[in-house]
Structure formats: structure tokens, C-alpha cells
T-cell receptor, first 111, second 112 residues
Framework: DAKTTQPPSMDCAEGRAANLPCNHS???????VYWYRQIHSQGPQYIIH???NNETNEMASLIITEDRKSSTLILPHATLRDTAVYYC????????????FGQGTELSVKP | DAGITQSPRHKVTETGTPVTLRCHQT?????MYWYRQDPGHGLRLIHY???????DKGEVSDGYSVSRSKTEDFLLTLESATSSQTSVYFC???????????FGPGTRLTVL
């Protein structure tokens, strides 16, 4: 079973920031938080990952709470092409293959 | 995306027939994975490989076998396809234990 809880769906206006929450209250000290997304039946795409510090890359920012029990993925300026299912996954870094996908959040970016 | 291709991209077959799906990668990644995706279940790991001829079972391995005779190819075989194996199958790879996964485009399999 997935070790994360995400809302099933969210809407966001185009050009606005999309903030996708994830709860992972049972996360272990050596587990990282990964985010992937899947656009309309394509293969999942890696977005970002982190351990306890906030992370930013060209796609998104990841904010992890101090107690590491939850995190938020931020798409700073959402576009229509960001409409996808977003998966939050916790996994041990050196076991990158052991990814357990939950149901994810279906993000709809609207004009 | 690690140069991952899957073949065929679509296949329709009948119950009881053998089916082999192929995943090919051009990046010399050590690790390869097969997932299936069904409505309401997300992606579930079927089998994975951590090197040539080194494979192991995932969470939904019953009815599937795999082979990896060379680094670039990972084959998934359904010895006798059943309707419950109708699904979209994704292959994934990553370079080493500290890398993130890259996914292929998927194969849509329908078993009638």
C-alpha cells in the first residue's frame, strides 16, 4: 500500500501557482519524498525529490515540513500542459526502484 | 528520457496465448522495471532487474516472467494470457541505486 495520502483532484487557474499537498506521516528517517507526474496515459515523468530541505529545480519547488510528515509540490506558474496526475512517493534513496505509486492527485489547469 | 522504447505499443490477443513485451534502452542503465497500470490501482511493480540475468519479483508477479540477457533489453512474458492481464504496461530504468527512474511510453495490451 502507498505510504502517502493525496487529495484525488485539484483545480488551478492558468498562470497561478499550483500547490499540491501530500501527507506521509509514517515516513522513515532514510526515506526521500519523490514527485512524479503522468500526462494523459504517457509514462510517468520525474519532477523532483528531497529529504528534509526544500528543493527547487526548473520544473517545481518542493517544501517539506520540519517534522517531514507532509510536503507540498509547487508549480509556480501553472500552464495547461501541467494538467496531469501527480504522484507523491516516499522511498529509500538507494532503492530507487522500490517506488509504490498511490492514486495521486489529478490536477486540472483551467484557462 | 533514457532512450526507452517499448514494443509493441498496442496489442490485442486472445486468452491462453503467449505474449512477450519488449523494453529497450540505449543508456546502459543497470536497473530495469516492469509496471502495470489499471484504473483505480495506479502503477504496480511486476518484476525488476538489477543487472543482466539478475531479476526479482515485484508485488504483482503471478502470471508473468521476465528475462534480461543483455543490458539494453528487458522482456516481459505472459505465458498464457488472461483477461485480468488486460492493462497498460510501463517499463522503467535507472542508472544506479541513487538515480531516479525514467519511464517508457507504455504498451496497451488487451486480452479478449
Amino acid at each position: 500500500d502507498a505510504k502517502t495520502t493525496q487529495p484525488p483532484s485539484m483545480d488551478c487557474a492558468e498562470g497561478r501557482a499550483a500547490n499540491l499537498p501530500c501527507n506521509h506521516s509514517t515516513i522513515s528517517g532514510n526515506e526521500y519524498v519523490y514527485w512524479y507526474r503522468q500526462i494523459h496515459s504517457q509514462g510517468p515523468q520525474y519532477i523532483i525529490h528531497g529529504l528534509k530541505n526544500n528543493e527547487t529545480n526548473e520544473m517545481a519547488s518542493l517544501i517539506i515540513t520540519e517534522d517531514r510528515k507532509s510536503s507540498t509540490l509547487i508549480l509556480p506558474h501553472a500552464t495547461l500542459r501541467d494538467t496531469a496526475v501527480y504522484y507523491c512517493i516516499v522511498a529509500i534513496y538507494n532503492q530507487g526502484g522500490k517506488l509504490i505509486f498511490g492514486q495521486g492527485t489529478e490536477l486540472s489547469v483551467k484557462p | 528520457d533514457a532512450g526507452i522504447t517499448q514494443s509493441p505499443r498496442h496489442k490485442v490477443t486472445e486468452t491462453g496465448t503467449p505474449v512477450t513485451l519488449r523494453c529497450h534502452q540505449t543508456e546502459n542503465h543497470r536497473y530495469m522495471y516492469w509496471y502495470r497500470q489499471d484504473p483505480g490501482h495506479g502503477l504496480r511493480l511486476i518484476h525488476y532487474s538489477y543487472g543482466v540475468k539478475d531479476t526479482d519479483k515485484g508485488e504483482v508477479s503471478d502470471g508473468y516472467s521476465v528475462s534480461r540477457s543483455k543490458t539494453e533489453d528487458f522482456l516481459l512474458t505472459l505465458e498464457s494470457a488472461t483477461s485480468s492481464q488486460t492493462s497498460v504496461y510501463f517499463c522503467a530504468t535507472h542508472r544506479d541505486s541513487a538515480d531516479t527512474q525514467y519511464f517508457g511510453p507504455g504498451t496497451r495490451l488487451t486480452v479478449l
